[in-house]
Every structure is written in C-alpha cells, then in structure tokens.
C-alpha cells in the first residue's frame, strides 16, 4: 500500500461524518479514540426558513477525526501483513497491452519501479492510474467542490449534523458538523459555480442568519478543500489488472457525497477481488459490489438525479426548490413521485411541505431565520 502523504490521512478534505447504518453494513468498529462527536438525528434548514429533524436510523452518525481514522485503518493493513509506505507517490505506469506491468514510484524521493500482479486503485477523485490508462469514468460536472474549516464555536452548538439548502448555495448544501460541543467543521458543497470557494464559504458564515450565531471567521483551525465525485453508480470498474475503488470509480452516495464508508467497503471487495486476481483465479469484482453496494449507490443517485433536475429547470422559485430538494433528501417524496407535488409545492410551499412531513415522525419547526 503506497500514498504520497508524508503522513496518512494528512492533510484532511473532509467533513468527516460517517453515516452508522453503512458503518453497520461493513462490519467495521470505528477505534473510541477516533470518534470525536456522536449525533443521533440530522437537522436539515431549508430555506433559512424551515427546520427538520429527522431521527431515522440512516441519519444517525458520528464525526471522526480522519487522521487518526485514516491512520488507524493503514496500521491494521499493516498488523494483517501489508507493506505500508508514505511519502510514496506513483508517477506513471508501464503497459503491457491491458495490462499494467510495471509501476513507477517516487520513494521518499528515489525513483523504483515495482511490478504488481494486480493493482487496487484508491487513488481519489484524480486518480493518477485512471490518467495513467486513459479512462475517464465520470466528467468534471460530475463532481462538487469542497471548502471548510474548522472553526472554534462562539457558543454551545446543537449536537446533531446540520445540513443546509438553500437558494443561496444553489445545487450543493451547506453543512455544520460538530466536533465536539463548541468545535465543528463548516463547509460547503458547491456544483457549477465558479466562485471563489474561501471567499464564498467566509462570506455564506458571516451573512447566514443561523450559522453567524455560532461562528465567526476568525476561529480557524484548519481548512480543508477538496473535489467529491458524485457521479451515480458506475459499478466496480476493472481494466486489465487494475480495479478501481472509491473517489476513484465515483463510489460516493451521490446525493450528499458521503463517500467514507462506501470507499471502505467498494474498497473491501476490490483488494479481496485483486488477491485473486493475483492467484492467477477470475475475479468477481463487480458482481460482488452489485450484491453488496448497489442499492445504496442507486438509491443515492436516484436522489441527486432528482435534486440536479429541481435546480436546471421548472417553474420553482428558490424557497419551493429547497424546500422540494428538503423533501426529496428525507424522503418525504420519493423521485418518482415528484411530479405531483411540483404544483402544490409552487403553490403553497409551506403547507405542502407541512402536509408532506405528516405522519413521518420528523420533528417540523417553522421560522423565519
Ligand atoms: C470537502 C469534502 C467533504 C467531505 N465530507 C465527507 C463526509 O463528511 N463524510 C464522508 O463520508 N465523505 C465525505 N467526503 C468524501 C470523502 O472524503 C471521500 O469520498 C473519501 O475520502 C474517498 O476515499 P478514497 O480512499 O477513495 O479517496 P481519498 O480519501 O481521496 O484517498 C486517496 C488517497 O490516494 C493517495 N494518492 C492519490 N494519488 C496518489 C499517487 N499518485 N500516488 C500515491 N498516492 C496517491 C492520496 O494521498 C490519498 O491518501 C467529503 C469530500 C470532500 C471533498
């Protein structure tokens, strides 16, 4: 296992929440010392208007500290058996026909080539080994871009991951992750836009009504920037002796971008399937994914489908658009359905909204911000 950080999991791009169903669906114990915040319901603010708590199980989460997290995952690689080296970076690759043959690595400085028998590409958003094979599995609209920090809380901030859509950020949501009881990351998602993402992410804190209650900008810790693919489900792609995982095959759950988990267990299958791709047997790569991931990649795209169509087009203004892509996220109404409340939604936003969160158990808070 090779990466080109001189420390793994360092620098962090990530908002670092981890979803506990898929935790559970991985069979994975994320270590007490990583673990930094624990929230039993998600708080969705749409609009700056309306507020949804939403306890059900696939909301509940945790908020880890990547790079103990990160690490914590290499050092079992490495206690199961693993060669594990930082500060490791593949340039390039050598073919042989489908094959990858020959790597080349930059070893904390020295040029080497080594020659796998099957590869695992975990290798992010911008994969070096797709480059390398001339594949491109998702297009550059297909992924948002990431910016946060790491702010230091003015007051007690609510413990539960706050989630934020609105007309303001356009296709993409804001997010309050806590880190502790007056710690949290504060970022955005933001798709097709070109703007500045600092500039963006300091003046969307200091303008938000609720998020300027707990932050300022002059508390940072640190910042964290990156790209999250969200492609929708692509599958476990293989070329030749290569299987990519994770940001690299777009293995996210496209509609919050929510990739932690899926990259561990798309990842899981992949090094399984490469073992015995290197013992000279077939590999069943893709099928064992399509068993094991599918519904949850499917059903995340499904949702963003849903959510890019609600911000291209139609005859919604910005307060029935979040609160629709509100409704969507919490399934309140599923993707096929939403043709028939796109009318009463344009309507009367707020009370098909009300009539919507009806009977599903969601705690509803209706408040100018
Ligand atoms: C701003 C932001 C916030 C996010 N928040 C969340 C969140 O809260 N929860 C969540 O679940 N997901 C979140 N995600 C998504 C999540 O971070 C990713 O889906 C996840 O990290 C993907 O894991 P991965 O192992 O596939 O890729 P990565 O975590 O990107 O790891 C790829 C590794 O490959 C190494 N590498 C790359 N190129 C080379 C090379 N040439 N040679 C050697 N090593 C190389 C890198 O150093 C890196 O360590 C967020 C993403 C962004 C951008």
Known sequence: ????????????????????????????????????????????????????????????????ERKIFDKHLAFRAASAGAAVQADTRLLSVRKDGERVAGCMLSHHGEEMEVSPKAIVAADGVHSTLAKELGVEFFSPKDVARGVEFELVAKRDIPQAMQIFIEEEIG?????????????????????????????????????????????????????????????GFLGGPVRGNVLFCGDAAGQTLAFVGEGIMPSYICGGLAGKHAALLAQGKGERYEEELVENMADQLMMGAA??????????????????????????????????????????????????????????GMTLRVRRC
């Open 1 to 64: 296992m090779v990466d080109k950080k001189k420390e793994i999991g360092t620098p962090v791009q990530c908002g670092e929440v981890i979803g506990l169903e898929l935790v559970k669906r991985s069979g994975m114990r994320i270590p007490e010392s990583a673990i930094v915040a624990r929230h039993a319901f998600t708080r969705f603010v749409l609009g700056r208007e309306v507020i949804i708590d939403n306890h059900e199980p696939y909301w509940r989460a945790v908020t880890v």
């Open 171 to 231: 296709l993409g949501y804001g997010w309050i992750i806590p880190k502790g009881k007056r710690r949290a990351n504060v970022g955005l998602g933001l798709v097709g836009t070109n703007a500045s993402r600092r500039t963006f992410l300091e003046e969307w804190i200091t303008g938000h009504p609720v998020v300027s209650r707990y932050f300022d900008v002059d508390k940072v810790l640190e910042v964290k920037m990156g790209d999250a693919p969200v492609p």
């Open 303 to 360: 949702l963003r489908d849903a959510l890019v169509e609600l911000w291209a087009s139609g005859p919604y203004d910005g307060r029935a658009r979040a609160l629709l892509s509100g409704a969507v996220m919490n399934e309140l109404v599923s993707p096929d359905a939403l043709d028939d409340v796109i009318g009463p939604m344009v309507a009367d936003p707020l009370r098909t909204f009300r009539d919507l969160a009806k009977g599903s």
